[in-house]
């Protein structure tokens, strides 16, 4: 007999509310909100005794984490209390070189961290298959009987087409003219570089809206922010976003979106492709990680081959040809509306389809059942 699951999530938001949120008849997700600051954080590790009480998980059956610093405290739960941890991975460090520009020696301190804790784990999540085999080559201490796939899911009903304008007159958008949109961190790892690269050479008369905010490093602003000027010279019609924007808003946004433009070099899924799906967007993406097994080529979106230099860096072999790779798929497109219309109406049956909230939940349970038998 299948036994009722009590799951309590640590959050950092600042909204102390707790939200408490029935998924079926087995599972009780509680949210317990903390305020974020260090103080707080602290108490989580410590009872009144000065003993460590990682994440205050003391009588809990399982714990389960995300994202290399969580997983270090998931493996510190499991050394304290005896009990199983699951570890989702959502990226890996050593496929990221570009953070030692943001992190300096706290690179080797996370990589630290993130090996620690998936070479001990009772079992390891990958969001992607891709992404399952780039933990098995960068850890070969991993046991692969101990990992699974499970994609990460979407709130459907969140995620949606908006008809409204509001969003996209207060922002300056035009919505009755095409538009191409980016969302993303300014990052090495999401291509915004690429995607201004790409911008000359994309239909003029395409609105280009970029929601792009903190730069990892003050050099990658000053190097967007000059490619950024000199795209206003060339074509115009540059709207940029740099503000982080209420979900509301960026749902809108998408939703309006002729294009959405992924143009990363690492990403184990791509969320934000799903997010754009679900609002009715076709998709451009760059083929690298888990964005092939979402976006599906020439029904939810078009993908952009991508080659990458052998160092680890996850630069192009050929930036020129990378971006007129990324403006022709753009605008072969934006040349036929009804054919993007189309993806995104198949892209939003995908995403609701292939990647709800309930999948990625059912498949979470019958993972915890087994550690559990």
Known sequence: MKRAVSISIGSSTRDKAVEIKLLGERVRIERIGTDGDMEAA??????????????GVGGADLVHSHTWYANLGGH????????????????????????????????????????????????????????LAEILACYPAIDPARTSVI?????????????????????????????????????????????????????????????????????????????LATLQGVRGNVIWIEEMLPKPDLIQILSHATVFVCPS??????????????CEAAVVATAVGGIP??????????????????????????????????????????ADPVRAEAMGVAGRARAVERFGWDVAAEETLRLYERLLT
Not at 42 to 55: E, N
Not at 99 to 126: C, H, M, N, P, W
Not at 197 to 203: L, R, W, Y
Not at 268 to 273: C, D, L, R
Request: glycine share 10%; proline share 6%; aromatic share 4%.
């Open 293 to 334: 097994e979402v976006v599906e080529h020439g029904v939810t979106g078009l993908l952009v081959p991508y080659a990458a230099l052998a160092d680890g860096t996850g630069t192009p072999v050929d930036p020129a040809g990378l971006a007129a790779d990324l403006a022709a798929r753009v605008n072969e497109l934006l």
């Open 151 to 227: 994609y990460n899911g979407i709130d459907s009903d969140e995620y949606r087409r908006d008809p409204g304008t509001d969003v996209l007159e207060r922002h300056g958008i035009d919505p009755e003219r095409p538009s191409v949109v980016f969302v993303g961190r300014i990052t090495r790892q999401k291509g915004l570089t690429h995607l201004l690269d790409a911008a000359p050479a994309i239909d003029p008369e395409a609105q280009l809206v970029l929601c792009a905010g903190a730069a990892d490093t003050p050099e990658l602003a000053a190097e967007v922010a000059a490619k």
């Open 265 to 278: 070099v690492y990403e184990p899924m791509g969320i934000v492709n799903l997010e754009a799906m679900a």
């Open 76 to 131: 510190l739960a499991k050394l304290v209390h005896g009990i199983p941890h699951v570890a989702t991975v959502h990226s890996l460090e050593p496929m990221r070189p570009w953070k030692r520009e943001q992190l300096g020696g706290g690179y080797a301190l996370s990589g630290f961290a993130e090996q620690t804790a998936l070479e001990a784990a009772d079992a390891i999540v990958a969001v992607s298959a891709a992404h």
């Open 42 to 55: 602290a108490g989580l590790f410590r009872d009144l005794d000065g003993k460590v009480d990682a994440f």
